[in-house]
Nanobody, 114 residues
Framework: VQLQASGGGLVQPGGSLRLSCAAS????????MGWYRQAPGKQRELVAR???????NYAGSVRGRFTISRDNAKNTVYLQMNSLKPEDTAVYYC?????????WGQGTQVTVSS
């Protein structure tokens, strides 16, 4: 089972994007879900997570700019990214928290550049 993220693209600094990730019901309904990212030459990092009840946590680098949400009826988790910066450029992935290796999909590329 792989989780496929979508919604990435090229955006100018200060712009916004909304990422989506659909999961199977068995994964989504029983797990904390998270968005991770990996920039070139860097390790993959968790940037946001959301509990089954909707409690959220963010990495300091994105707090106040990114919002994670989940639609339990659609088994989908979202990441709204506002005020994007060039340092947000990365491949973004979704997975449960803690991650399961087999769930990594190809991710979606987010490039912030003028």
């Amino acid at each position: 089972v792989q989780l496929q993220a979508s919604g990435g693209g090229l955006v100018q600094p200060g712009g916004s994007l909304r990422l989506s990730c659909a999961a199977s019901g068995s994964i989504f309904s029983t797990n904390v879900m998270g968005w991770y990212r990996q920039a070139p030459g860097k390790q993959r990092e968790l940037v946001a997570r959301i509990s089954l009840s909707g409690v959220t946590n963010y990495a300091g680098s994105v707090r106040g700019r990114f919002t994670i949400s989940r639609d339990n009826a659609k088994n989908t988790v979202y990441l709204q990214m506002n005020s994007l910066k060039p340092e947000d450029t990365a491949v973004y992935y979704c997975n449960r928290v803690p991650y399961v290796y087999e769930y990594w999909g190809q991710g979606t590329q987010v490039t912030v550049s003028s």
